[in-house]
């Protein structure tokens, strides 16, 4: 008898301890969704298309160089397109830009891409002349609702790899609608 009733509070121990193993499991499930819903929607608020006015600078001295403006493309999946009309560069020796971006935080992403200096031109002010290479442009990206800001730096290397220049840039945009 006194093993039965033992079996009987070890049967209820056992079923109270299932009980809240199973609890504490679809608690803990429905916290990752909400995460996971939540860096989902971070990382959907940088998808679009993004007007952008870049501002590029001497980043020792913090002289601005000539504003221009910018195409930023940002598609599901981490991968983004670039096109801009600098007045650096003189008609036709840049292609578009190609890169990617990751969320790095709320509402701030981290983004990388490049382009193609297709042949090298002269300097002709204000345009400063290009080796034939790759620029390649890193930024950190701040996301106000359709507002962005950015900061980060372009890199100019010519067809060999080699760093040939370099420059600070920040930049401001809106989403396109």
Not at 130 to 158: H, I, K, L, P, W
Request: net charge negative.
């Amino acid at each position: 008898m006194i093993s039965r009733i033992l079996d009987q509070h070890g049967a209820a121990r056992l079923i109270t301890a299932l009980v809240l193993i199973v609890g504490m499991l679809f608690a803990g499930t429905g916290l990752t969704a909400q995460a996971r819903s939540e860096q989902d929607k971070s990382k959907k608020e940088l998808v679009g298309t993004w007007r952008m006015k870049v501002t590029p600078y001497d980043c020792a001295t913090g002289a601005e160089r000539p504003a221009f403006r910018s195409m930023l493309s940002f598609e599901e999946g981490g991968t983004l397109t670039e096109t801009a009309l600098s007045p650096a560069f003189q008609p036709g020796p840049r292609g578009p830009g190609h890169g990617i971006w990751n969320a790095t935080g709320d509402h701030t992403y981290q983004i990388v891409f490049e382009a193609f200096i297709l042949f090298t031109t002269e300097p002709n002010p204000p345009a400063p002349g290009f080796q034939a290479g790759v620029q390649r442009v890193t930024q950190t990206v701040e996301v106000s609702g359709n507002q962005s800001t950015t900061n980060g730096s372009a890199e100019f290397f010519d067809i060999e790899g080699n760093l040939v220049s370099s420059a600070c840039t920040k930049a401001v945009g809106e989403r396109m609608e």
